[in-house]
């Protein structure tokens, strides 16, 4: 009932960027925060960044001089601007959302994109 689509993912070179974007659909009421997780092969899943509907927030410390999250409360998206990309950032990228729905009765869920491939060659 709640849709989470990403795009914007691919293949750039090292010191290049790319832009994600996340856009949730379906019966959404309204959504609390939104972010970003990554894994890479054989590591664990990390919190990239994260934005509560105030607009306040966190990146890991890896990230934080270099990606810049922003959301669209009255789109229900999120983007993550991703400038001076690193090999290391090399990803599955999901997007999640904590959706707040009201029917059948009021609940507060997360849902989550499907992912979304980054890959920075050196």
């Known amino acids: 009932q709640v849709q989470l689509v990403e795009s914007g993912g691919g293949l750039v070179q090292a010191g290049g960027s790319l832009r994600l974007s996340c856009a949730a659909s379906?019966?959404?009421?309204?959504?609390?925060?939104m972010g970003w997780y990554r894994q890479a092969p054989g590591k664990q899943r990390e919190l990239v960044a994260t934005i509560n509907r105030g607009g306040s927030t966190d990146y890991a410390d890896s990230v934080k001089d270099r990606f810049t999250i922003s959301r669209e409360n009255d789109k229900n998206t999120v983007s993550l601007q991703m400038n001076n990309l690193k090999p290391e950032d090399t990803a599955v990228y999901y997007c999640?959302?904590?959706?707040?729905?009201?029917?059948?009765?009021?609940?507060?869920?997360?849902?989550w994109g499907q992912g979304t491939q980054v890959t920075v060659s050196s």
């Open positions: 379906g019966s959404i009421f309204s959504i609390n925060d």
């Open positions: 999640y959302a904590e959706v707040v729905r009201l029917r059948p009765v009021p609940k507060t869920e997360v849902y």
